[in-house]
């Protein structure tokens, strides 16, 4: 290499040297070069209040009506009679009907098979109660007659007597005048036995008459209540054999002449899992509804609307159901049954628990670190991660225990950015 050459070289090396030493002075210091550009990240706030919250188990199941009647006829016979509606309709399932009033034995008249022969059995025995009725009473008339007759005859014996004994009076007739006190005294006895005979005839007829009525009321179908059909699965003309023996609800529907269900009041039967069901009571109130969508925007109301129905738990089984392996409870309606439907599929809130005044932040501020609950805190234009204490969850906040206290600012929106220590913008509160 000549010295010409060999300057360029040095020169070159020079050259790279100066250029890499900013480089490494760059690569060296942009952390904290980094550090003081980046922009703060943009963040939104809600302050730590007191308020009061509601603690919730949720649920799914069946509303049927509490009261509910397989209606059948109770004889053999060809169906002559279907009740007809206000437009004289058919009676049919949705069909309206009504039950007895106050004082009254049967309610509405449904359907009934061909009554002729215990019609006439009715009729027969309505006379033979009828024929004994008017044995009482001229039983009643001979006994009154025959008990004048008697205190006649008995007034006459005694002056007959006393003057025999002063021997102003024959012997024969002392005798004629005892005789006659004897027939009016069997007359009587034999007037008062014709009236129990009588009376037993009128008892054996009215036992006659109410079995014949009985065989008449089985030709017959009669609402036991208010309701509403829920089947009907028969006509005019079928003939009627009998409901073939039924074990299922569902077998009985499909069975039975007719299905009536009082729609005033459903049963929600639930099924929790049991490790749920352990919080919950009789009387705590319950939320029903087909839709959750209406459940939630009536919670924004407290339930004061009358978007979903309410009810009360009724009973809560103390054991594990075979089938479904759950908890089953019972819910009752207490208002808003029209909202519902006979065999209904509907989820329930059911009003575990509520605390007044107590702290709360919302769900949307909670961050989950190692399986613990946290919250990122503004403090001095930074987010702090600050491990809290939770309570009661509730629909939109969460119980804090301990960790906060009211005033405090969490963050809300941008927290997935952040780290503790993060500086941050506030965007909104």
């Known amino acids: 290499m000549n010295k010409s050459t060999f300057k360029i070289a040095n020169a070159q090396r020079i050259l790279n040297g100066s250029l890499a030493m900013p480089f490494a002075a760059l690569i060296l210091f942009s952390p904290y070069l980094f550090a003081q550009t980046q922009p703060k990240v943009a963040v939104e706030v809600k302050t730590v209040s007191t308020s009061t919250i509601y603690d919730w188990a949720f649920s799914e199941g069946l509303a049927q009506g509490i009261r509910r009647e397989y209606l059948n006829f109770e004889t053999d016979g060809k169906i002559t009679f279907i009740a007809e509606d206000q437009n004289g309709i058919d009676v049919r399932a949705g069909s309206h009907v009504i039950g007895p009033k106050a004082g009254e034995n049967f309610g509405q008249l449904l359907a009934r098979v061909d009554e002729r022969k215990d019609l006439e059995s009715v009729k027969n025995y309505e006379a033979a109660l009828r024929s004994a009725q008017l044995s009482i009473s001229l039983s009643e008339s001979r006994i009154k007659q025959a008990e004048n007759n008697y205190n006649l005859a008995k007034t006459s014996f005694e002056r007959t007597e006393a003057v025999w004994k002063q021997k102003l009076i024959p012997k024969e007739q002392y005798e004629s005048s005892k005789t006659e006190l004897l027939n009016a005294q069997e007359t009587l006895k034999t007037a008062k036995t ?31 209540f208010d309701g509403v059909l829920r089947k009907v699965n028969v006509r005019e003309g079928d003939f009627w054999a009998g409901p073939s023996a039924s074990v299922s609800d569902r077998e009985k529907e499909v069975t039975s002449a007719m299905v009536v269900v009082d729609n005033s009041q459903y049963e929600v039967t639930l099924n929790v899992p049991y490790y749920a069901a352990g919080k919950l009571k009789e009387n705590q109130p319950v939320y029903i509804s087909w839709s959750a969508a209406l459940l939630s925007k009536s919670a924004q109301s407290q339930f004061g609307d009358e978007l979903v129905a309410h009810g009360k738990i009724f009973s809560v089984s103390p054991s594990i159901s075979l089938e479904q392996r759950a908890i089953e409870v019972k819910v009752h309606t207490n208002k808003g049954a029209e909202l519902l439907k006979d065999g209904m599929h509907v989820m329930a809130w059911i009003l575990v628990d509520k605390k007044e005044q107590v702290l709360m932040v919302p769900d949307e501020a909670m961050v989950v670190r190692n399986n613990k609950p946290y919250v990122f805190v503004e403090q001095d234009g930074k987010a702090k991660l600050t491990k809290i204490e939770t309570g009661i969850e509730g629909l939109d906040n969460v119980e804090v225990i301990s960790g906060l206290s009211k005033g405090m600012k969490v963050i809300t929106v941008g927290k997935h950015k952040l780290v503790d220590g993060t500086e941050i913008r506030l965007v909104q509160e």
Do not use: V
């Open 194 to 224: 014709e009236l129990a005979n009588a009376k037993n005839q009128e008892k054996s007829a009215i036992a006659q008459l109410n079995q014949a009525k009985l065989g008449l009321e089985k030709t017959s179908i009669f609402a036991p």
